[in-house]
């Protein structure tokens, strides 16, 4: 798939946010790579870099306090690549670009891997 169809889906995703959500994500870049680098692998305690879907790189909003400002965006990383190979139709494509838009902008609302794993794993049966 082309970058620009992948970057259109992602966009997709985020534009169907409830509007409270969008709200709260000012102050982060939402980026798409082809894939994760060795030092995003390393800081994600992932070894092969097809394993790694998507990242969140920052703050979470729940250890934020009142000296928190004047600060660089927080950053998700979408791994175009490896979600891809995860893939075998458009349908499940699209299945995943969602799940894991979502699930790294739980992490930028404080969200842990757990919780995820915990809440995904009853909403993807």
């Not at 709200?23 to 394993?51: C, H, Y």
């Not at 969140?56 to 979600?83: A, H, W």
Request: proline share 4%; charged share 30%.
């Amino acid at each position: 798939m082309t970058r620009d169809k992948f970057r259109n889906l992602v966009l997709k995703v985020i534009s169907e946010l409830p509007d409270e959500f969008k709200g709260l994500l000012e102050n982060v870049d939402i980026v798409i790579e082809d894939w994760p680098t060795r030092r995003q692998l390393k800081n994600a305690g992932v070894i092969r870099r097809s394993d790694l879907l998507g990242l969140y790189e920052g703050v979470p909003r729940t250890v934020r306090d009142q000296s928190y400002n004047m600060v660089l965006p927080d950053k998700i990383s979408i791994f175009q690549k490896p979600i891809e190979l995860q893939c075998r139709s458009l349908k499940q494509l699209k299945i995943e670009i969602a799940r894991t838009v979502k699930h790294e902008i739980a992490h930028h609302f404080g969200l842990s891997d757990a919780q995820l794993d915990k809440i995904e794993k009853q909403y993807y049966r």
